[in-house]
């Protein structure tokens, strides 16, 4: 790596002219071609590697496809499909101990399986190949971004990057520094992003980090109600669609994802966080998943998708509006302490779950449009009804209803 290529603390300036850098991709699934073609796309050079036999070859075929479809919608012209895929290079052979082909590279993203003690031993390796001055990047969704780094030499330029599927569509990134990461490195991934025309939002390094922590209650209340017998799937879905806003539901959205990934999201960060009960995963929805019943990759979860018609929900909005309004406090409420806990600030809150999972508003915002004592009005009547610390009201959102006090403010 040349001089030009470094900054004044010594860290590559991945930031620097485009074509002196090139970008390391590990890993060749759905999220590490998607980042590969975004780089590509930002005028990067990529070495996308994976360790599965044809893996690379599949995600070569996977971005031709992307662009394709891109040049057929009138988005992108032949020419520049062209110097996109011109900038990638398809490291075909499967990649094994040795990780000399990345020893080029200036920052190092990996996208493999969500698996720690695997992580590491690639970070390990990583850090020996790629030069003292890459930073070395995960696109963990979960994942201690501290124990990844424990894995390095010099893991002060460790980071997370964790970016949203589909990447080339979602803008999001959460940048996730850990405890030791250099400021400057986080400075320069967050610079980075906003030139690849991404929203980088600065995260603590906490279980779920922004998106997948708030983002639970809108599954695990969702389930809570439909276990309660309050309301079904389909009314459920039809409230949070109709009243809400939402693009789908939680039931057809837990469906999408897959019940054994969005369960498997759950579990992690309850256990992670000390089997905090606002987390408590349901055992619906594990029930499902030890029958194989994850969703449209399976042909049934809440619903079925075998050509059979889904339940007509019950239109009846007083309850619809007792759905939306529990779900809704609770999301609130999980945005509220992830404020309180400094994991993010309440801009960067109400960004990520707006250009992460499409939320039709910051639930911050969302907060204060509808008064400082709302949330808290629902969830301390909540608390008093079933006595569980899963509806105890976040500390930031008594203080804000305490003295009328918005969250932007």
């Known amino acids: 790596m040349s001089d030009s290529t470094r900054d004044s603390g010594g860290w590559a300036r991945v930031d620097a002219t485009p074509q002196n850098v090139t970008v390391g991709i590990v890993g060749a699934g759905a999220m590490g071609t998607g980042i590969a073609q975004v780089a590509a796309a930002a005028g990067y050079y990529v070495l996308l590697g994976d360790a599965m ?7 070569q075929a996977s971005i031709r496809a992307s662009l394709d479809r891109l040049v057929e919608k009138g988005k992108l012209d032949a020419v520049r499909r062209g110097l996109i895929l011109s900038r990638i290079d398809f490291y075909e052979e499967p990649l094994g101990v040795d990780l000399a082909p990345y020893r080029g590279c200036s920052l ?32 963990t969704s979960s994942l201690s971004i501290a124990s990844i780094a424990g894995a390095c030499v010099r893991p002060e330029r460790v980071i997370g990057m964790h970016f949203f599927n589909p990447a080339p569509v979602l803008p999001l990134v959460e940048v996730v520094p850990w405890i030791d990461t250099d400021p400057k490195v986080t400075d320069t991934v967050v610079g980075l992003m906003e030139s690849w025309r991404k929203s980088p939002v600065v995260a603590a390094d906490t279980p779920g980090f922004i998106v997948n922590r708030v983002a639970r209650p809108f ?34 959205l837990m469906d999408f994802i897959g019940n054994d990934v969005n369960y498997a999201a759950t579990r992690s960060i309850f256990e992670s966080m000390y089997y905090e009960p606002r987390y408590r995963p349901s055992l619906t929805q594990r029930r499902l998943v030890d029958a194989g019943l994850l969703g449209r990759k399976s042909g049934r979860g809440y619903y079925r998708y075998d050509g059979t018609a889904r339940p007509e929900p019950g239109r009846d909005r007083t309850l619809a509006t007792q759905v939306f309004e529990r779900i809704l406090a609770m999301l609130i409420n999980e945005a509220a302490d992830a404020v309180f806990y400094r994991v993010v600030d309440a801009a960067g809150v109400d960004l990520a779950m707006q250009r992460g999972v ?9 907060s204060d449009e509808l008064g400082p004592s709302w949330a808290l009005d629902r969830l301390t009547a909540l608390q008093a009804e079933y006595g569980e610390d899963r509806y105890r009201p976040s500390p930031l959102l008594r203080r804000n209803a305490m003295a009328g006090r918005r969250f932007h403010e």
């Open 53 to 59: 036999a044809g893996a690379v070859r599949n995600a």
């Open 108 to 139: 190092v993203i990996e996208a493999i399986v969500e698996d720690l003690p695997v992580k590491q031993a690639l970070f390990a390796a990583l850090a020996a190949a790629a030069g003292p001055d890459a930073i070395l990047a995960s696109n």
């Open 219 to 252: 599954y695990g209340e969702a389930l809570r109600i439909h276990d309660e017998g309050i309301a079904d799937c389909a009314t459920i879905d039809w409230a949070m669609r109709e009243l809400g806003g939402f693009r789908m539901g939680p039931f057809e």
């Open 358 to 366: 499409n939320y039709p508003k910051g639930l911050l915002a969302w």
